[in-house]
């Protein structure tokens, strides 16, 4: 098992903890990360790309002139794509980008990002994270303690006075365990863990 430093939020090391090997020690793959961050970015796509077909324009069916006699090229009735304020041809229609992978590639993926980070020493765990007060400039320091600026910070529940004192700050997101993925992970230099989400990402990788 990888040994981890525990840090309290003043960045002064107060015990040390055993990380999983199952969850923290994988094997790498960049084609399986890559696999899933497609698919979590290609399932945030909103598609609002479309136009009136037309089957889809209001009017009447009715044929506006007669067939033959009046000199005109024949018309089938108003919502001809030929016509103004007709149907549209070939046109854009809403599409879903959703993008589906194995729930076993998926968890597989989820943890060799948090494998990367360990072996980039870019994993922090810390004893608890409670702030007295909703303050950015309490937040700023507590991440000056710890030496990270680009970071993603892990809680095991709400924090109200954190996640309200980090929205300020660029480069911070603070997220719950059940909210934790890896795209995030991913994005984000350095990951800090509250101790006790540890126990929250073991549970949903451990099943």
Not at 165 to 186: A, C, H
């Amino acid at each position: 098992m990888a040994v981890v430093d525990i840090q309290n939020i003043n960045g002064e090391t107060v015990s040390q903890i055993d990380l999983t090997d199952n969850i923290f020690d994988v094997t790498v793959k960049p084609y399986v990360l890559h696999e899933v961050v497609t698919m979590q970015l290609a399932n945030r796509r909103m598609s609002s790309a479309s136009v009136k077909h037309r089957s889809d324009v209001k009017g009447s069916g009715r044929k506006p002139f007669r067939q033959k006699g009046t000199g005109r090229a024949r018309q089938g009735d108003i919502k001809s794509p030929l016509l103004r304020g007709g149907g549209v041809i070939f046109g854009p229609n809403q599409r879903s980008y959703v993008h589906k992978v194995n729930k076993k590639v998926k968890k597989s993926a989820f943890k060799m990002a948090l494998s990367c980070k360990l072996k980039e020493n870019n994993l922090i765990v810390i004893d608890r994270l409670e702030l007295d007060q909703i303050g950015t400039k309490g937040f700023i320091k507590v991440l000056k303690s710890l030496n990270v600026e680009h970071a993603l910070i892990v809680t095991e529940k709400s924090n109200k006075n954190l996640e309200l004192s980090s929205r300020n700050i660029p480069d911070v997101k603070v997220l719950r365990t059940e909210g934790l993925n890896v795209y995030d992970i991913l994005k984000y230099r350095s990951l800090v863990l509250v101790e006790a989400s540890i126990k929250g990402i073991e549970g949903r990788l451990l099943k």
